[in-house]
């Protein structure tokens, strides 16, 4: 069982950045991948990035790239995701899970099977 909480959210302005954490408990988070996804207001959830096991392979949306950076740190059980340059199309309740077989290899980070999920944090940018 793996349980993640997200942390860092909050309101910002156009332009401005914040970085998110996503906090692991439980067992084998430093053998999973690790995604971040958002979910605006009457939208779906999307996907914005992930990051492998090792933290050496990152992969995101063309929505975000360029702007957003995930990072990992095995040791402490943490993921992170940097953003910057923030646009009012990035508000949005942003949520971190735990994809993917152990020791992942592949690329297809969007379409892997996310299985621990966090509660969310609210990203709102003002224009």
């Known amino acids: 069982q793996v349980q993640l909480v997200e942390s860092g959210g909050g309101l910002v302005q156009t332009g401005g950045s914040l970085r998110l954490s996503c906090t692991a408990s439980g067992r084998a988070f430093s053998t999973r991948a690790m995604g971040w996804f958002r979910q605006a207001p009457g939208k779906e959830r999307s996907f914005v990035g992930a990051?492998?096991?090792?933290?050496?392979?990152?992969d995101y949306a063309d929505s975000v790239k360029g702007r957003f950076t995930i990072s990992r740190d095995n040791a402490k059980k943490t993921v992170y995701l940097q953003m910057n340059s923030l646009k009012p199309e990035d508000t949005a309740v942003y949520y971190c899970?735990?994809?993917?077989?152990?020791?992942?290899?592949?690329?297809?980070?969007?379409?892997?099977?996310?299985?621990?999920w966090g509660q969310g944090t609210q990203v709102t940018v003002s224009s």
């Open positions: 899970a735990t994809g993917g077989p152990l020791f992942y290899t592949g690329r297809d980070y969007p379409s892997l099977d996310y299985d621990y």
């Open positions: 990051i492998n096991w090792r933290g050496d392979t990152t």
